[in-house]
C-alpha cells in the first residue's frame, strides 16, 4: 500500500510538472489599457520570486518566448501581444507612440497587481521596457534589452523602408527579404526554418499595418542614447554577431551567434541571458 502512495504521488508530481511546462496551458486575459485592448498570457507559479515579463518584437507574437518561458518554473511567468500583433487587434489608439508603449506596460503591472517585476524585451519590447523602467524604476527589479535598436532612424534608413514598402504588394517576397535582414545569414544555412517562424505571425497582419507598425516603432522613434545613459534599474543587454544594431552604452552587452532574433537563433543563450536577471 505504502509503494503504491509513493507510485501515485510520484505521477501526480511529474503530471504537474508537465503541466506547468506546457505553453499552451498559459492563462489568457485582456487588459483594457489607453492603447486598448491587450492580450496577457501568464503561467502561474505558486512561490514568491519576482515575476518575469517578456516583450516582443515588430512582426512576431507572445510565442517568440516559448522556448525561454518553458524554461523558466520557479516563478510567474508573464508574456504579451503587443499592439496589432497576435490576438491584440483591438487597438482604440492609432496615434500610439513608443512612449504610449510604455504607459501600457506600466498599466499591464498595475491590472495584474504586480509591484515590481524583472522585464526581458525583444527590439520593440526592449525599446518599451526601457522607456517604462525610465518612467517608473521602482517598478523594475532588473531588465534584460536583447536586440535593442535605441538610435533615431536617419535619412537613408527612412528611404529605404520606403523602398521596400512599395514591395508589400509581393507580400511572401517582402517577408522572405525582411527575414534575411533580420536573422543572421549563419542562422538561416543552419535552420531555414527560421522564415517560417517569421511569416506565420507576420502574415496576420496587413500591408497598411506592417507600414503603420514600422513607422511608429523605428522611423518616428527617438534616440534614445540618454535614456540608457540616465537609467537607475539594473540593465544587462544582448545582442547578435550579425546584428544591425550597435552595442547600447554603458550597459554590460552578450553577444552571441546570430542576427537580430537572437530569442529564436540561439534561444538557449538567451535562456541564460534571462536567469542572469534572477
Known amino acids: ?115 515590481k517585476v524583472i522585464a526581458v524585451g525583444h527590439s520593440w519590447g526592449s525599446m518599451t521596457i526601457l522607456r517604462a523602467a525610465h518612467k517608473k524604476p521602482e517598478r523594475f527589479t532588473s531588465i534584460g534589452l536583447c536586440n535593442m535598436p535605441f538610435l533615431a532612424a536617419s535619412k537613408k534608413q527612412k528611404n529605404t523602408f520606403g523602398l521596400q514598402h512599395s514591395m508589400l504588394v509581393f507580400r511572401n517576397f517582402y517577408t522572405k527579404q525582411a527575414a534575411k535582414a533580420l536573422f543572421g545569414k549563419t542562422s538561416l544555412v543552419k535552420n531555414p526554418s527560421l522564415i517560417n517562424q517569421l511569416s506565420q505571425p507576420m502574415s496576420a497582419l496587413t500591408n497598411k499595418e506592417v507600414k503603420q507598425i514600422d513607422k511608429k516603432v523605428i522611423l518616428d522613434a527617438e534616440d534614445a542614447t540618454l535614456l540608457i545613459q540616465n537609467l537607475q534599474v539594473k540593465a544587462i543587454a544582448l545582442k547578435g554577431k550579425e546584428d544591425y544594431v550597435p552595442t547600447p552604452p554603458k550597459i554590460e552587452t552578450i553577444i552571441v551567434d546570430g542576427g537580430h532574433i537572437s530569442p529564436l537563433e540561439n534561444p538557449d543563450e538567451v535562456i541564460k541571458f534571462c536567469k542572469i536577471l534572477f
Not at 503530471?15 to 501568464?42: A, C, E, F, R
Request: glycine fraction near 4%.
Open 1 to 115: 500500500m505504502k509503494s503504491l502512495i509513493i507510485i501515485l504521488s510520484a505521477i501526480s508530481f511529474l503530471m504537474t510538472k508537465g503541466q506547468s511546462t506546457n505553453i499552451n496551458d498559459m492563462k489568457k486575459s485582456i487588459v483594457n489599457t489607453k492603447l486598448g485592448k491587450i492580450v496577457v498570457y501568464q503561467k502561474i507559479a505558486n512561490t514568491k520570486n519576482i515575476p518575469i515579463i517578456f516583450l516582443h518584437g515588430v512582426y512576431f507574437d507572445h510565442h517568440l518566448w516559448d522556448n525561454q518561458i518553458k524554461e523558466i518554473n520557479d516563478r510567474v511567468v508573464i508574456t504579451v501581444d503587443m499592439p496589432l500583433h497576435g490576438e491584440s487587434r483591438n487597438i482604440s489608439n492609432p496615434d500610439w507612440t513608443l512612449n504610449d508603449c510604455a504607459d501600457m506596460l506600466l498599466e499591464i503591472l498595475d491590472s495584474l497587481q504586480i509591484p
